[in-house]
């Protein structure tokens, strides 16, 4: 099938493999991806031909009710444009089974799943930052988060497991913090003022705002185990990046991550944190614990090898065209 991008603001870093929204032809079939409110919602609408869905989840606007109005704003215009949507496309899809079923339940009549498209040999293939690993590499346990500082990420839980882990398991350790705060320096200063107060040193508890890919396999290559104690994703990339790069995943149970991570990983459904400091000591040093974790998220990842996705694309787009 003969296919292009089209978006309403071109990356400099993608011209010429992103085209303007406003050069696009007439096409057979057209496929929007939705995250946020848009004219393409409306252009979606009036496009001729076959019309497909595919959704990346809006984050639910009561996270961020006490540091943004804007944003509860646009996350509320988003989900009433979603709905818009439902009658007017043949085919919508979510990123997750968590995803798939909000479509449902706001009326779409033909759903299915489709995770995230990503890239393997990119990973695999790039040199990790040799800066960023030298200054990682002097012994401490390192525990990795990757996401927007946004308050759904939960950093003011991921800084209490690190007093707990500072005052019942180990000083020698280092929480990395790899992210943009945006629109959120408000949340991020909060955050980092409750780690303050916790006695946990910026060298303990580090925001690294955002970094370039080089530095961000660095931050993987380097670390013990992935943390996460978010209340909302869509799909979780840093999932799937950190079952890419060997990396133990220790997750809070919540929206998309048990669709993201299947049977693999550490899950849990309460935020116990002493006992989540003592998993997370055991994932850095238990060889056989570690090698049995990495071992699921082997087995997990074959659901996103990028043939297998494509694989799923190409159904999609046939089953629609025909």
Known sequence: MESDVFSLH??????????DFADRPTSDVSVMHFALPSPLTEALIDAPGKKVLIYHNITPSRFFVEYDRELVRIAEAGTRELVSLSDAVDLALGDS?????????????????????MDFDGYLDTTPSP???????????NFLFVGRVYPNKRFED????????KKYVSEDFRFILVGKAGRMERYQQ?????ADEWGLRPSEF???GHVSFEDLLACY?????FISMSEHEGFGVPLVESMLMELPVMAYAAAAVPDTLGGAGIQFREKRYEEL??????????????DAVIESERVRLSRFQPSQVEADLLGYLQGVSS
């Open 221 to 225: 290559q380097c670390s013990d185990v």
């Open 10 to 19: 071109v990356d400099e870093d993608l011209t010429g493999e992103v085209l």
């Open 97 to 117: 089974e968590y995803n798939r079923e909000e479509l449902e339940n706001l009326g779409f009549a033909r759903t299915g799943v489709l995770p995230i498209l």
């Open 131 to 141: 800066v960023m690993e030298a200054m990682l590499s002097d012994g401490r346990a």
């Open 277 to 290: 400091a003592e998993m997370a000591h055991l994932l850095t040093f238990d060889e056989s614990l570690r």
């Open 190 to 194: 909060s955050v980092q003022a409750l």
């Open 158 to 165: 991921l800084a209490r497991l690190a007093f707990f882990y």
């Open 206 to 208: 580090l925001f690294t």
